[in-house]
Structure formats: C-alpha cells, structure tokens
C-alpha cells in the first residue's frame, strides 16, 4: 500500500538549532508532497508542497523543502529554529491515481526549547 | 483566501447518541471534500472522500454504516456518527478542494473534537 512515513516522533531542540525532519513516500509514479504544520490547538496549515519543478521548494518562516527522486524522500529543514516552531510536522503526498486522497506521515512533534 | 468551516468544534455526549458534524467551503465550490480522524498524538487517518451528488467512498476498515456522509451541495458535507461509542471519541477533520484549482492543497477545517461518555 502507498504509504508516507516520517522518522522522528519527537524531536526536541533548543533555539538557533538547524531542523532536518525526515519523510519519505512509497508511491511511484507522479506525486505532489505537502508539509503541514498543527500548533497546538489550531488547524493544519499548509507550510510548503512541490509539484514540479526546482526540487528545493521554499515555504512560509523560514522552512524549505528538498524533493530527492532517487531516494523518495522531502525532508524539511530550517536553518535556526525559534521557540515559536514548537509544533507538530506532518507530510504527505497526494498521488494523481489516487482520486486526489491526501496520505499523511504519523506526523512528528517539535518542541522548541528557549 | 480559501476557508473550510467545520462545526461543531467540540461535542460531548452519552453512548448510544448520534452526532452531525457539517463541513463547509465558505467561499469556493467543493465537489469533493475528505472526513479524516486524528488519535491523540497519531497522523490524520482518512476516512472517506465525499462526492457531491452521489455516494461516498470508504477507506477500508471504516464503517460506512457507523459514519453516514451526506455531500447535498458543493459547499457543504456532513459526518454523522451513528449510535456513537466511547471509542469513537476523536478529533475529526474535513478538508475540501477547490473545483476550481483541483490541483492545489486541501484546505482544512479546525476540527471537531468529539467525546462519547
């Protein structure tokens, strides 16, 4: 089955720290990638997706994305986190087969430590 | 921009009561809309993809029975938990597609938070 998976449940790191969050995806074919980000107790947001193109997408504060073929992997990154990234990362991928079905990562929570 | 209006967002009721939860695109047109559960510290688990006008479809292992779709109009989709239970106490999510930019991101509700005693 055509699954999305993320490495880390729980990372924790202190401000100015760099983030890499893995995620990698089992569809082949074509697939579009998302990072959503949840604070707690609000709504998804959409932070980065890529489609096409430049595999290094550039997201909202800071974030980017590098989509790698070869080894079907988006890993997300930032260079200097805030205490303000405190939240929970989520990827997914959306495969055209697939009626448009957005398949989400177990997901991987930041704690940001000031 | 786009906005997906979810309500309630929270219940709280007793076993054996059936909840609606209403899912709504606020300023585009969404003929097919996505209930998804989310557990505690766990990812969003799709649960079916609602199709305006006709029926919905159903991830495998969940109920269609338990959880009745209804998707009347290209605006609004609604969840009713049938006969609730204590196990079905979830956070439930919908999010819908712009007809009109049906290769963008979802947009997605805040959530209902439902709690079976």
């Known amino acids: 089955a055509q699954s999305v998976s993320q490495h880390n449940h729980h990372v924790i790191l202190s401000e100015a720290a760099s983030l890499e969050l893995g995620c990698n995806y089992s569809?082949?074919?074509?697939?579009?990638l998302f990072w959503y980000v949840q604070y707690p107790g609000q709504h998804l947001q959409l932070l980065l997706k890529?489609?096409?193109?430049?595999?290094l997408v550039k997201g909202i504060k800071g974030f980017e994305a590098e989509f790698i073929k070869s080894k079907f992997s988006f890993n997300l990154r930032k260079p200097s986190v805030q205490w303000s990234d405190t939240a929970e990362y989520f990827c997914?991928?959306?495969?055209?087969?697939?009626?448009?079905?957005?398949?989400f990562g177990q997901g991987t929570e930041l704690s940001v430590k000031p | 921009g786009a906005v997906v209006s979810q309500h309630p967002s929270r219940v709280i009721c007793k076993s054996g009561t059936s909840v609606k939860i209403e899912c709504r695109s606020l300023?585009?047109?969404?003929?097919?809309m996505f209930w998804y559960r989310q557990f505690p510290k766990q990812s969003l688990m799709l649960m079916a993809t609602?199709?305006?006008?006709?029926?919905?479809?159903?991830e495998q292992g969940v109920e269609k029975d338990k959880f009745l779709i209804n998707h009347a109009s290209l605006t609004l989709s609604t969840l009713t938990v049938t006969s609730a239970h204590p196990e079905d106490s979830s956070f439930y999510i919908c999010?819908?597609?712009?007809?009109?930019?049906?290769?963008?991101?979802?947009?997605f509700g805040d959530g209902t938070r439902l709690s079976i005693l």
């Open positions: 999010s819908a597609r712009d007809n009109l930019f049906s290769n963008q991101p979802q947009h």
């Open positions: 569809y082949g074919g074509t697939v579009n």
């Open positions: 890529y489609f096409s193109g430049d595999p």
């Open positions: 997914a991928a959306l495969s055209r087969n697939q009626g448009g079905k957005l398949i």
């Open positions: 300023d585009f047109q969404a003929t097919t």
């Open positions: 609602s199709n305006e006008g006709s029926k919905a479809t159903y």
